[in-house]
């Protein structure tokens, strides 16, 4: 069977902008490789301005590489047909690090959810309305909340309903870019928490970013580092974190706070 996602020497510069004196391509990133297979979760670490994001935004189909191949299921993403395209956006989701991002602030949150059912066409109008509280559930998120605005809710809250919003179209695979970052350390191992739940009971598989690699380790079978836009280390998490092969993955256990 074909492996869910292959990322093979995915190349990206971006076209310089800034003053004229200083143009020249940025190198965000430089002939990445790797391999998910299905229901696996890869944690993505390094530092801010390592290509994370690029390579997640690449991996969703939101850009496209500058050189390079990435497939997802044995397809490649940059001659999809747009009914190729369309079964992709259902199959893999995105959840950012900023849900007011990717939840419009006007819409009771349970119409967020609802939308995605929507788009996709998932069920009938009917079943979508049990559904939406079943993906409330299945997240965590009290089914009274449905009528709030994003505003109303906490940062933890929030983020469960674009998870909600992302499971609803039953991906294969979520993109996770620093998904609990801006939430406080107690909140974000809720759900780092609910992160391991759905890798337990529905099997997606999922790319977590983070330029945190305490967050990433223990949700992550494999973990890739990468460093200005190149992966200098990747493989089993318990063996990178055991016997880190780079100094700037040391630097990065070194950095991981543990209680004394
Ligand atoms: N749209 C863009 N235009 C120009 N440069 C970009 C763009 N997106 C990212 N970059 C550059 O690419 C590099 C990697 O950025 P990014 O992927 O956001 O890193 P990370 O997510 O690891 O912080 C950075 O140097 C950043 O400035
Ligand atoms: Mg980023």
Redesign the pocket.
Known sequence: MNSLLTVENVSKSFPAGGPPWRRRNAVALDRVSLTLERGQTLGLVGESGSG??TLGRCILDLTAPSEGVITFDGKELSTMSRADRSTFRRRVQPVFQDPYGSLDPRWPIGRSVRESLDSFRIGTPLTRERRVLDLFDRVGLSTTLVDRLPTTLSGGQRQRVSIAAALASEPELIVA??PVSALDMSVQAQILNLFMDLQHDLHVACIFISHDLGVVEHISNEVAVLYHGVIVENGETEQVMNRPGHDYTRALIGAIPRPK
Do not use: N, R
């Open positions: 994370k994001s870019d620093e």
